[in-house]
């Protein structure tokens, strides 16, 4: 079965500094999907960045970007220019892509918890 | 263009009322789900649809009912609420013409079974 692991429950971080988000994951499959979510206070899920696992070519949206290592099973996430709107509660979460009747499930990690100090 | 809508966002029940969660998505988007989470257990799947009349069970279904008469709702029923169902419920819906499946998820119903 597939499993996403988060080991980081929480981590801290200063304004402007960078950070990295841990995230590994167990799957047979070679196709498949990453994501990171975002859970700010508000509790509303927000899709941070994705990363399909046949480019090879790290995804990157502003000041988020991913470390993809597909043979490690490693889906990090680094932060840059960290701002106080970045604090927030960050998922990892692997699906499989839809044909052959897939499902539209995710499976996510347990979380890791960002704070951001100014 | 509301995207996925859920109520009520905060609700307190006794153990053993009944009670329904609202979802419904804007977007015409075959595919729904309901998740709960639990703190330190991220979110946990309970059920769900890739289309009207069709359902299915998740990771976590006992205690939960279904059904998909729409393809704009997705209500999620509890039988007969128990403590173990005090949770964050998000509702979330996907295309399967977007391959990478993203989910766009409501804002939650934050339940306490007392």
């Known amino acids: 079965a597939q499993t996403v692991t988060q080991s980081q429950p929480e981590m801290s971080v200063q304004e402007a500094e960078t950070v990295t988000l841990s995230c590994t994951y167990d799957?047979?499959?070679?196709?498949?999907?990453l994501f990171w979510y975002k859970q700010p206070p508000s509790r509303q899920m927000i899709l941070v960045i994705r990363q399909e696992a046949y480019k090879q070519q790290n995804a990157t949206e502003n000041r988020f970007s991913v470390n993809f290592q597909k043979a490690a099973k490693s889906f990090s996430l680094k932060i840059s220019d960290s701002q106080l709107g970045d604090a927030a509660m960050y998922f990892c979460a692997y699906r499989i892509p839809f044909y052959g009747g897939a499902t539209n499930k995710l499976i996510f990690g347990t979380g890791t918890l960002l704070a951001v100090q100014p | 263009n509301a995207g996925v809508t859920q109520t009520p966002k905060f609700q307190v029940l006794k153990t053993g009322q009944s009670m329904t969660l609202q979802c419904a998505q804007d977007m015409n988007h075959e595919y729904m789900s309901w998740y709960r989470q639990d703190p330190g257990m991220g979110l946990r799947l309970i059920h769900y649809?890739?289309?009207?009349?069709?359902?299915d069970q998740g990771e976590v279904p006992n205690g939960y009912n279904v059904s998909r008469s729409t393809t704009e709702d997705f209500p999620l029923r509890l039988l007969s609420a128990a403590p173990s169902q005090t949770s964050v419920y998000f509702c979330?819906?996907?295309?399967?013409?977007?391959?990478?499946?993203?989910?766009?998820f409501g804002p939650g119903t934050r339940l306490t079974v007392t």
């Open positions: 649809s890739v289309g009207a009349g069709i359902t």
């Open positions: 799957t047979s499959e070679s196709d498949y999907y």
């Open positions: 979330a819906s996907s295309s399967p013409r977007s391959r990478d499946g993203s989910l766009y």
